[in-house]
């Protein structure tokens, strides 16, 4: 059944590059004109394949698609997810080709989104198509998830879905961010997180001639920085060879004073801090409190807080984990050589997923050296597109399969 179907998706990729260009070819900026025409060019696409789709519009145009196969069981299974949204366009005189016109030249495909990613999102239906089609029998459902938001935050697309209950309890998930290399197709299994603090100094105005007379919360600020700075302790090391190790940078950005002559009476500071999986954000809370209390010690007229406003948890599977074993299997089956484990820079939805289920964090069409991703001219191979798919449709087949019935 392997060989049927991966022989299916290579006598039809005329009808895969196609559905690329037609979703490439609508712009879904966010922000901007955001997902809603895009997820239409989908559902048409599913319909065609006979798949069956519901739509999730928690937010006016911000529509994301919920696509599934049912099986024999109702339980686990595997979900795709990918997103419909492209960042800007930037400078377009910088493009060789309107980035809305999709253009194949030299083997690639160009267009804002081919990488990043519609070329993904079309080949997980592909896939979807082409199991259906060869006939194979499935024993556990297989769902695609093509939200909104991802270039924002996730919070109208993944995020929305999650707090509402309607991501379903798989084997495994894999998004469909790039994650070939220099033409070798490979998976990416970990990512550090994301979190922003800000630090709010309050003190109490007065005339600049008079400074005795107010607290400058300006003044206090630089002291609460410097003591972050000097004493605020990351793990040096990390918990992954694949993961780089914790960085935090201090005061990234800083707001405070209205005028010359007026002594603050309020200032605030941000701070970044990129994560490893052991770390929390009431761990990191906790450790700036008793920075700042220290330096209450020495100087009581320090009046400030920490506050963690995002904390996007780092992603880690195992090597060994199933996600990363059958991840490998479906490529392996699909192009015949083994494929590793790669660092990627960019966090992407898996981030949000794997608090519930255990998720690839890039497993997708689109190189992550050469596509451009963000950037203009943005591409993605055509081979590379086909290899993805088979490599799709071997992962249904390798989680969801019955496994004597497609022998
Ligand atoms: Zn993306």
Same mark, same amino acid.
């Given at each position: 059944m392997y060989q049927t179907i991966m022989d299916y998706i290579e006598t039809h990729q005329e009808s895969l590059i196609e559905n690329v260009k037609k979703l490439v070819s609508i712009d879904s900026t966010n922000p901007g004109v955001f997902e809603k025409e895009a997820a239409a060019e989908l559902q048409t696409q599913l319909r065609a394949a006979g798949i069956s789709f519901e739509i999730y519009e928690p937010f006016e145009k911000r529509v994301s698609v919920l696509a599934r196969m049912d099986a024999s069981q109702s339980q686990g299974g595997l979900l795709f997810n990918g997103h419909l949204d492209v960042v800007p366009t930037g400078d377009l005189s910088q493009w060789e080709s309107d980035p809305f016109k999709p253009e194949i030249r030299n083997g690639r495909l160009y267009g804002r989104g081919s990488t990043d990613m519609k070329g993904g999102v079309a080949a997980f239906a592909f896939a979807m198509k082409a199991v259906k089609e060869c006939g194979a029998v499935l024993k556990k459902p297989v769902y695609l998830h093509a939200v909104a938001d991802e270039e924002c935050g996730g919070r109208a697309g993944t995020v929305h879905l999650m707090e509402n209950h309607r991501i379903p309890s798989v084997d495994m998930a894999v998004t469909g961010e790039s994650s070939t290399f220099k033409g070798e197709m490979a998976l990416v299994r970990t990512c550090a997180g994301i979190a922003a603090i800000v630090i709010r100094s309050h003190g109490k105005s007065a005339h600049a001639s008079k400074p005795y007379e107010g607290n400058n919360a300006v003044l206090n600020m630089a002291r609460v920085m410097l003591a972050i700075q000097d004493s605020f302790k990351v793990?040096? @090391? @990390?918990?992954?060879?694949?993961l780089p190790a914790p960085t935090f940078a201090v005061g990234t950005q800083i707001k405070g004073g209205l005028k010359v002559n007026i002594i603050p009476e309020y200032c605030e500071a941000m701070m970044d801090l990129r994560t490893n999986p052991g770390m929390t954000k009431d761990g990191v809370e906790a450790q700036l409190r008793e920075i700042i209390q220290k330096v209450r010690e020495e100087h009581p007229e320090v009046n400030a807080e920490a506050e963690c406003t995002m904390w996007d948890n780092a992603a880690l599977l195992d090597e060994d984990s199933f996600a990363v074993q059958k991840g490998k299997e479906a490529i392996r089956r699909a192009v015949g050589y083994e494929p590793e484990c790669k660092m990627r820079s960019g966090a992407t939805d898996a981030r949000f997923l794997n608090d519930l289920v255990p998720c690839l964090v890039a497993y997708g069409p689109g190189d992550a050296l050469i596509g451009n991703i963000h950037g203009s001219n943005e591409s993605v191979g055509i081979r590379d597109l086909v290899n993805w798919a088979k490599a799709y449709a071997n992962l249904i087949l390798g989680v969801c399969g019955d496994g004597d019935a497609n022998e």
């Open positions: 793990p040096e @090391s @990390s918990v992954d060879p694949l």
